[in-house]
């Protein structure tokens, strides 16, 4: 059994989705990021760095596992699943997925930040953010526009990326223009194991964007996160 620590955002997909792929037993702790409880000395212990997700491996002598990455990485070697075992083609989903940890996933974050966030708007920076983001979105529709998936099969460097650019609406970045993306985007939506993945927890990121006012309630919880360093914004 598998305790998933998390809350409904990207990187907590990540995981969610991975484990429901995988039809592994898991137990959702769904941590309130707004009372700060991923902060709480109980959660600390699993994770120093007070982020979510993080699981723990009830099998495995309760083995903790932090960082979205590494438990995509843990999760997929346990059951020899979702990355091939062969040095090359190992590699080349762990380059797509860290293509996601170091790019996609940080650049968007802070285009949330501020796009949504932050109470100042700054022109220069919002765009900084989104170009870049808009930039690796570029990267990836090239990429798919010769290859089905990001490394060969399906795979947690797909997980890690869609759960993503899922959300790019949220951070103000659109993809009409990316045709191979949205190819990509939309054949990854439309598997079962992900639509579950995305309601544990649910998830209600479409509806703030098509929402004004629940996206602006949504904004002014994050801020109030913001304003007392409790979360890593780029994860909501």
């Not at 020899?80 to 590699?91: A, E, I, V, W």
């Not at 989104?130 to 089905?148: A, I, M, P, Y």
């Not at 990121?205 to 949504?218: G, S």
């Amino acid at each position: 059994m598998i305790d998933l620590y998390t809350a409904a955002t990207p990187n907590g997909h990540k995981v969610s989705i991975a484990l429901e792929e995988l039809g592994l037993p898991y137990a959702l702790q769904v941590l309130d990021l707004t009372k700060a409880e991923q902060k709480r000395p109980e959660f600390l212990a699993i994770n120093p760095n007070g982020r979510i997700p993080a699981i723990v491996d009830r099998d495995e002598d309760d083995f903790a596992v932090f960082e979205s990455g590494a438990c995509l990485i843990y999760l997929a070697e346990k059951t020899g699943q979702l990355m091939p075992t062969d040095p090359k083609g190992r590699s080349r989903v762990l380059q797509w997925l860290m293509f996601q940890m170091g790019g996609i996933g940080p650049m968007m974050g802070q285009a949330n930040v501020f796009f949504r966030y932050f109470p100042e708007k700054i022109p220069s920076v919002i765009e900084r953010y989104q170009g870049e983001s808009k930039r690796l979105f570029r990267v990836l529709d090239g990429h798919l526009k010769e290859h089905e998936f990001l490394a060969g099969d399906y795979s947690i460097a797909d997980i890690a990326n869609w759960a993503w650019v899922r959300t790019h609406r949220w951070s103000g970045v659109e993809v009409d223009d990316l045709p191979h993306l949205k190819r990509w985007r939309d054949q990854i939506r439309a598997r079962p194991a992900v639509q579950r993945g995305i309601e544990r927890p649910v998830s209600s990121m479409d509806l703030r964007v098509d929402d004004p006012q629940k996206a602006e309630q949504f904004a002014q919880g994050a801020r109030t996160m913001l304003e007392q360093g409790q979360s890593k914004l780029g994860g909501v």
